[in-house]
């Protein structure tokens, strides 16, 4: 099952970090790293060592402290970029430089004002100063998802002939549908003589929302690492997020994927990055939301309470959430109010349930969720009644 293994290489502190409103200071980057590599992720992608003294500072000390899993920084294909990645990451056990060069039409006439041979020139000696100073090298084709796939294809094979140890096929604009995205893998699995000198990596975004699904159809097609981020955060609308992922393998685990990631801490590591970046999950966010384990929905209620798997395909004990939970709103029937009244100590035959619904539901139509504390009152009340 080794060819089943997929790498996670996070990129939290490094995509995810340029959400606007959610810059780190060292400190805070070496904790969170501490806790990625406790996670199991494969790689940890520290910085753009030349982008700031502090973000230079930060790639240091985390690689430091970092023994397990590899350290990357990022550069450009700028040869005082990738000098100054190395001295950054000179501390580290396994470092990483993760160079490249956009490759799409868009990049190298507008971008650039260059042509195709000139880029490919560029991608091949930037691939050769990074390996003069590191084993492991990793090469991305920015805007690969809008690159012609022959043009790519040459691209590839050239950098791994030049080192490259892992080449990164990003969707950078999130525009690929995943067909597409899982084709352009496939292509370069059938077109690259060399491929299996290297691993092929995907970096999809979320700007049509298809982060993840990208992904997931770029493993299918022979991509073996996933760049992605807690809670999905990172430019603009954000990367492809870690939990979603590492969950869809683990649930489809019948097509023989997996990944070193420990799931219990999924939601721990969710509410630490959010804490620590000052950005809120929001409540039906995949597998971290608030609302990942909630029922709110009488049909739903009812389905779960006789059996969890009708509505719940993950256990929430399976990825660190506190558990499942009945919310009560006017939508919700009389199995999940006798299921609420039990928690709180009342055992109620159906006629009592009969009567209490009526009052529940006066009380749901007057407010978004019934909380313990009416329950408690209109428990009291039928107490009253009855006597």
Known sequence: MADGKVHIFDTTLRDGEQVPGCKLNTKEKVELALS?????????????????????????????????????????????????????????????????????????????????????????????????????????????GRTDNEYLARVIEAVIKAGATVVNIPDTTGYCLPHQYGEKIAYLVNHVPNIDKAIISCHCHNDLGL???????????????????????????????????????????????????????????????????????????????????????????????KDTQTYEIIAPEEVGAHGSRIVLTARSGRSALAYRFQKIGFEYHRNDIDILYDEFLKVADSKKEVEDIDLEKMAKQHKEVAA
């Open 36 to 144: 990625l590599q406790e996670l199991g992720v494969d790689i940890i992608e520290a910085g753009f060592p030349i982008s700031s003294p502090g973000d230079f500072e930060s790639v240091n000390e985390i690689s430091k402290v970092i023994k397990n899993v590899s350290v990357c920084g990022l550069s450009r294909a700028v040869l005082k970029d990738i000098e100054v990645a190395a001295e950054a990451l000179k501390y580290a056990q396994h470092p990483r430089i993760h160079t490249g060069i956009g490759t799409s039409d868009f990049h190298i006439k507008s971008k650039f004002n260059s042509t195709q041979d000139d880029i490919l020139a560029r991608a091949i000696q930037c691939v050769k100063w990074a390996k003069n100073l590191v084993a492991d090298v990793e090469f991305y084709a920015e805007d690969a």
């Open 211 to 305: 982060a993840t699904a990208n992904s997931i159809a770029g493993v299918l097609n022979g991509a073996r690492q996933i760049e992605c981020t807690i809670n999905g955060l990172g430019e603009r609308a954000g990367n492809t997020a870690l939990e979603e992922v590492v969950m869809i393998m683990k649930q489809h685990s019948a097509l023989g994927y997996y990944t070193n990631i420990k799931t219990q801490q999924l939601n721990p590591i969710s509410q630490l990055v959010s804490d620590t970046m000052r950005m809120p999950v929001q409540s039906n966010k995949a597998i971290v939301g608030a609302n990942a384990f909630a029922h709110s929905s009488g049909i739903h209620q009812d389905g779960f309470l």
